[in-house]
């Protein structure tokens, strides 16, 4: 059973700083790849940033200087380091593994960002 599991996220004040993790289970982890997506209420889901198997990575341009995306394949983890957090990167993040057809979702970690 595949399970992707995110840990994290929680309220900050504009300004500060998260790390979220993304652990995998079932998958064969180091030939995915990884990428974090986030929806803030109304919108549709965004993908915020990835990093391929091979570990090269792209960020969306909203976030590109603020947020970096790496991985642990011995950990089974990938992580999205967040700063300089803004009220509008408020949003439920989920981590995404794709590898071929096959594609899996973690549940979704809620960032809050507010004074």
């Known amino acids: 059973q595949v399970q992707l599991v995110e840990f994290g996220g929680g309220l900050v004040q504009p300004g500060g700083s998260l790390r979220l993790s993304c652990t995998s289970s079932?998958?064969?982890?180091?030939?995915?790849?990884m990428r974090w997506y986030r929806q803030a209420p109304g919108k549709q889901r965004e993908l915020v940033a990835i990093i391929s198997s091979s570990g090269g990575t792209n960020c969306a341009d909203s976030v590109k200087g603020r947020f970096t995306i790496s991985r642990d394949n011995a950990k089974n983890t990938v992580y999205l380091q967040m700063s300089s957090l803004k009220p509008e990167d408020t949003a439920v993040y989920y981590c995404n593994a794709n590898y071929v057809s096959n594609n899996y979702w973690g549940q979704g970690t809620q960032v809050t960002v507010s004074s």
């Open positions: 079932g998958i064969i982890f180091s030939i995915y790849h």
